[in-house]
C-alpha cells in the first residue's frame, strides 16, 4: 500500500506514484495528515485493508479485494 500526503508539495508527480502501485498491484491512498479527522478516516482505510488481506473480514477474500481494485480503475 502506497500513502501519499502533501501533493502540492511533492516534487514527484502523481501519475508516476499512481503506476508504481499498479506495478505492484497495491492501492495508493491520496491524503492530506494535517487534520486528525483525515488520519483517523485513513488509519481506519488502512486497517481494513489489512484485515481483508488478512482474511478477517467474513465473505470478502484478499482476491476479491485485489479484484474490486482493478474493477475500479477501469471507470
Known sequence: ???VGR???CSIE???ICKLGKAY???VIFCELEL???RVA???RLLRMLQICAGHIPGV???SF???MRNSDDD
Do not use: K
Open 1 to 3: 500500500c502506497f500513502l
Open 7 to 9: 501533493v502540492n508539495a
Open 14 to 16: 502523481t501519475n508516476a
Open 25 to 27: 498491484c497495491s492501492p
Open 36 to 38: 486528525e479527522g483525515i
Open 42 to 44: 485513513t488509519a481506519q
Open 61 to 63: 477474500s484478499a482476491l
Open 66 to 68: 485485489v479484484s474490486l
